[in-house]
């Protein structure tokens, strides 16, 4: 198993395989949130990631990014992820692959840009203190979570731009960060 991680346009091949598996699950309209795979939800972004399984098939996809409506040193991983193949759901623990691209993108980010924390955010709730155990456990990860919705699109009056996160870093830069609590 093999995760690689770039910065879009310093690597052409690539960015080819990233974008052509984007677009077949872009084209998957039965998928919940097809329409987050758009070309255009990519733009920007900071980082790609492609995880290789031990044939050196792609298995899961994601990103990394940064947006105006979050502090400047905050950056989300996991940004845009889905999988490939090994489509397994309901899992006892986190897949190494997601466990290996959350350890790369968020290295790369504390090393080579000014992020100060990152996190992962989800639609849904209910699944922070289940992802935290098993990041924390077997990936040697120390994330958090508090009682906040946090502003994570810049559309304030969409109640799907609320999300829970889980972070890992500088708690301080939550407090600069549009929250609300779910009361």
């Not at 077949?24 to 255009?40: A, G, I, P, Q």
């Not at 992020?115 to 120390?142: A, V, Y």
């Not at 994570?152 to 731009?161: I, R």
Request: hydrophobic share 30%.
């Amino acid at each position: 198993m093999k995760t690689t991680t770039w910065v879009p346009g310093t690597n052409k091949e690539l960015d080819q395989l990233f974008d052509e598996l984007r677009n077949k699950h872009h084209s998957d309209t039965s998928h919940r949130l097809w329409k987050n795979y758009s070309k255009e939800a990519f733009d920007g972004v900071a980082l790609l990631s492609i995880h290789f399984d031990n044939d050196g098939n792609p298995e899961v996809c994601s990103s990394a990014t940064t947006r105006s409506c979050w502090p400047d040193t905050a950056y989300r991983i996991h940004n845009r992820v889905w999988k490939c193949s090994n489509k397994k759901t309901y899992l006892n623990k986190v897949s190494e692959s997601m466990g290996f691209i959350a350890q790369q993108q968020s290295a790369w980010l504390m090393e080579n840009t000014n992020c100060d924390l990152f996190f992962i955010s989800r639609q849904t709730t209910n699944w922070e203190e289940w992802m935290i155990k098993h990041f924390n456990s077997d990936f040697g990860f120390d994330f958090n979570t508090d009682k906040y919705f946090y502003l994570t699109c810049p559309n304030e009056c969409d109640d799907t731009c609320w999300q829970k996160i889980i972070y890992s870093g500088n708690a301080e830069t939550l407090n600069r960060w549009k929250r609300r609590s779910n009361n």
